[in-house]
């Protein structure tokens, strides 16, 4: 296994981002940004030993930044999906958040963890990922801190290992937003592609995809 790090161009704020690739002995590879905590790159061997790309991602920090590719790869905090009414309760209060998608909050609102600058430190096969979202950030309570482990192993397995903490009550649900094209010498997009769930529950929403709490 090797880690290589280089730069990656810059965030919104001028501050340089890195990319760091994660190799393992048969010539796979996941390749990582500081800037969003964003998977930029998954080569894969296919069935017949040959390599190949199976993220989308962008070419540089700058790409990451736009606002049109769907959170394309990024950490999404604090909250991944949709908060109905950019509000909820807690501990007996009605918290305002920022509102980013009409009425409501997605993924993390304005700003959210994949539009910031993470700290990190490589492993052996590994890329753990740092931020600390202060108090009130997007109108979520509390300074929140957030650790993320990407490890990736010689047989390509890709493992992603969420943490957080903080120092009161707060809102936290934290994913990745990657695009996935696991076969792309044959499927130009995603209709290509068949997906079952062995879930025994899913979470109902409304036409405005707001969880319905079904």
Partial sequence: ??????????????????LITISNAR??????TSFGAHIVSIKVLDKDGKPGEVCLGQDSAEGYARRDIGYMGGTIGR???????????????????????GRNTLHGG???????????????????????S??????????????VIFSFDDQANLKIEYSAGCDRDTQVNLTNHAYFNLNPIYCENIYGHRAMFN??????TDTNLIPTGK
């Fill in 134 to 147: 202060p108090h009130l950030e997007e109108g979520f309570p509390g300074e929140l801190n957030t650790q």
């Fill in 199 to 204: 879930a025994s529950n899913y979470l109902e």
């Fill in 1 to 18: 296994m090797s880690v290589t790090v280089r730069p990656f161009g810059l965030d919104p704020q001028g501050r340089q981002a890195d």
């Fill in 79 to 101: 909250y991944a999906n949709r908060i109905g009414g950019a509000a909820f309760d807690m501990d007996g209060k009605r918290v305002q958040i920022t509102a980013n998608e």
């Fill in 110 to 132: 304005k700003d959210g963890f994949d539009q910031k600058l993470w700290a990190y430190e490589t492993g052996e096969q590994s890329v753990t990922m740092r931020y600390t």
């Fill in 27 to 32: 010539g796979e590879s996941v390749s990582l």
